[in-house]
């Protein structure tokens, strides 16, 4: 089995900046790559960015320039560093590691007022 838990999330007013947390744990030994996404009220879930077991990042092109991904191996942690927040990136942040499946974790709320 695979637990994986974000946080990190929160209010924030435009211009801002948060950093959200991915930890997995459990049968963790072969991960393939890691995924941030976000589903905003009556939209579509959507890819943001993803880190693969190489270490080779892909970006949505609405966070390119202000979202980062990266990854601590010895925490079994991923994160996504977000700047220059706006209020369209409002929405629920989820966490998808990809084993021989995707596992997902909860989610983490992200507000950003204008």
């Known amino acids: 089995q695979v637990q994986v838990v974000e946080s990190g999330g929160g209010l924030v007013q435009a211009g801002g900046s948060l950093r959200l947390s991915c930890v997995a744990s459990g049968n963790i030994f072969n991960i393939n790559a890691v995924g941030w996404y976000r589903q905003a009220p009556g939209k579509q879930r959507e890819l943001i960015a993803s880190i693969t077991r190489g270490g080779i990042t892909n970006y949505a092109d609405f966070v390119k320039g202000r979202f980062t991904i990266s990854r601590d191996n010895a925490k079994n942690t991923v994160y996504l560093q977000m700047t220059s927040l706006k209020p369209e990136d409002t929405a629920v942040y989820y966490c998808?590691?990809?084993?021989?499946?995707?596992?997902w974790g909860q989610g983490t709320q992200v507000t950003v007022s204008s």
């Open positions: 998808a590691v990809t084993i021989f499946r995707d596992y």
